[in-house]
């Protein structure tokens, strides 16, 4: 969601668009106090409380968000890579019936720990499952024993499921809402320290907006559009004029009808001379009188030749 406050033209660090729970900080702070006590004893003993606190600060990291106002778009949960797109029959803990399409995200242990809603609806179902402490990190994600969140928001575009999965060490899932909340497209529902692994199960009658491989922007990259078609690719200008030149007919093309605008002058008057010769021609040679006349002069021709 968008930060509420001094607009982006008045701020001063306008890239600034993350920050810190307030855990991390207590726990960073935690670290460093353990880190001077320990170099008060030998000084390289000092790393062996700070490192830790700096991963418990960049894994708390959160981040601002600003979503698309586009009803028909499903957005991603968090921040992460694509894994897979594929029809699968969701989980039963979802409630979804029949086979829906599950979009895989694997995040990584310092990506932001926000949970978005992916879609504007109500919280219709909300559970956890509770990990395994062995389970540290979420390295598959369908491992038994993993720490689980499981979401149902019904909305605009129907029912949408998400499961959340991370490693069972320590409270790395929170929920922020409840059960019939309505929520916003974009607005953080859960958070989830250390990465891990986020499904959202949407159901047919769309098209997928990203492929394996795709880094996605948790709150802002649509992953889902509903009512989207292919689009047909309209023909340029030179296939255009192609396509016309073939359905134009030519003088060779057997349906070209001939007419005074397509035919050139030079050629309209010798068809119209040779025309008029072929006429008068049929004409004489309709005539009796002119065909015994004719069979005279030739009759006398042959006795000349004779003599």
């Known amino acids: 969601m968008a930060k509420r406050g001094k607009p982006m033209t008045e701020r001063s660090l306008p890239w600034w668009q993350s920050g810190f729970d307030l855990e991390g900080v207590v726990g960073f702070l935690a670290g460093w106090l353990l880190g001077i006590l320990l170099g008060m004893l030998w000084s390289p003993l000092f790393w062996i409380g700070f490192i830790p606190g700096i991963v418990i600060l960049f894994a708390t990291r959160t981040a601002e968000r600003v979503s698309p106002e586009d009803s028909s778009l499903i957005l991603a949960p968090c921040d992460g890579v694509i894994v897979s797109v594929e029809d699968v029959d969701p989980p039963e803990q979802l409630g979804l019936v029949g086979p829906h399409k599950r979009i895989r995200v694997s ?31 979420a390295l598959r ?71 394996p491989g795709r880094t996605l922007i948790g709150g802002e990259t649509a992953i889902w559009r509903y009512g989207a078609a ?21 003088e060779l093309d057997a349906d070209y009808a001939a ?22 021609a049929a004409t004489k040679s309709d005539d009796p009188a002119e065909m015994f006349a004719r069979l005279r002069r030739e009759a006398s021709k042959i006795s000349d030749e004779d003599d």
């Open 230 to 250: 292919a689009a047909v690719p309209e023909p340029d200008d030179a296939e255009e004029d192609i396509f016309d030149d073939e359905d134009e007919p030519t």
């Open 107 to 137: 995040s990584s242990p310092f990506a932001t720990n926000n949970i978005h809603a992916v879609t504007e609806g109500s919280i219709e179902h909300a559970e956890r499952e509770t990990g395994a402490a062995e389970n540290f990190a």
């Open 259 to 280: 007419s005074p605008e397509t035919t050139p002058p030079e050629v309209a008057e010798d068809v119209e001379e040779e025309v008029k010769t072929e006429s008068d």
């Open 141 to 211: 994600p369908d491992t038994p024993g993993l720490e689980v969140l499981f979401f149902s928001l019904t909305g605009g575009v129907g029912k949408v499921g998400m499961r959340v999965a991370t490693g069972g060490l320590g409270p790395r899932l929170v929920t922020k809402v409840d059960i019939g909340d309505h929520v916003p497209a974009g607005k953080t529902i859960a958070t989830r320290r250390l990465g891990g692994w986020c499904d959202v199960y949407v159901p047919r009658g769309g098209a997928t907006q990203v492929e």
